[in-house]
């Protein structure tokens, strides 16, 4: 079983910026995918960016041009890079983890972005 610590959540002015990380820890043999979800009350909870194994990225429609997804294959760690923050970004952030086993998820993180 894959074990996800996210970090770097919290509150910023809009326009500001945010960098979340995730690492990731255990049966992580098999990744498939690595990738940030979010969340709002009362809402599914919807894909924000995902990296594919080979490196290939994909980013909501909502965040293109404003965030970054990377990862360290040598230390297990998924990173968002955001900026340009609106006050419709804020929710709750979930790093994710697709191996050829399971999916994980972290426990989240919580963005805010005051206008």
């Known amino acids: 079983q894959v074990h996800l610590v996210e970090s770097g959540g919290g509150l910023v002015q809009s326009g500001g910026s945010l960098r979340l990380s995730c690492a990731a820890s255990g049966s992580i043999f098999g990744i498939k995918t690595m990738g940030w979800y979010r969340q709002v009350p009362g809402k599914q909870r919807e894909l924000v960016a995902v990296i594919i194994s080979g490196g290939t990225t994909h980013y909501a429609d909502f965040v293109k041009g404003r965030f970054t997804i990377s990862r360290d294959n040598a230390k297990n760690t998924v990173d968002l890079q955001m900026s340009s923050l609106k006050p419709e970004d804020t929710a709750v952030y979930y790093c994710?983890?697709?191996?050829?086993?399971?999916?994980?998820w972290g426990q989240g993180t919580q963005v805010t972005v005051s206008s």
């Open positions: 994710n983890v697709d191996t050829v086993i399971a999916s994980s």
